[in-house]
């Protein structure tokens, strides 16, 4: 059984910094893109950022800059360093694992892991 468990959401204020993590287990990811979304309440979940194998990353434009994503194989581990959040970074952000397709989208993953809440208060 193929699983994703993200870590390390909270509550920060803002400007602060949190790290997600997402650990994977059921088979190695080494060989995938892994990426990061993000969803708050009646609304579709947005594209954070992606990392391939080779670890060439993507971005949503508005983040660039903010966040970081990396990845550590031998852990099976995938990351996101948030720095200088804002309040409308609060959402469940979670990890996937890339089947086909763009990046950006969603219905391109096939793998999700449950979900960790960010809260940045302001």
């Known amino acids: 059984q193929v699983q994703l468990v993200e870590s390390g959401g909270g509550l920060v204020q803002a400007g602060g910094s949190l790290r997600l993590s997402c650990a994977a287990s059921?088979?190695?990811?080494?060989?995938?893109?892994l990426g990061w979304f993000r969803q708050t309440p009646g609304k579709e979940r947005e594209f954070v950022a992606a990392?391939?194998?080779?670890?060439?990353?993507y971005y949503a434009e508005s983040l660039k800059g903010r966040f970081t994503i990396s990845r550590d194989n031998a852990k099976n581990t995938l990351y996101l360093q948030m720095n200088s959040l804002k309040p409308e970074d609060t959402a469940v952000y979670y990890c996937?694992?890339?089947?086909?397709?763009?990046?950006?989208?969603?219905?391109?993953?096939?793998?999700w892991g449950q979900g960790t809440q960010v809260t940045v208060s302001s």
């Open positions: 996937a694992a890339h089947r086909s397709g763009i990046y950006y989208y969603s219905n391109s993953y096939d793998k």
């Open positions: 990392i391939t194998w080779s670890r060439s990353t």
């Open positions: 059921g088979r190695t990811f080494s060989s995938d893109a």
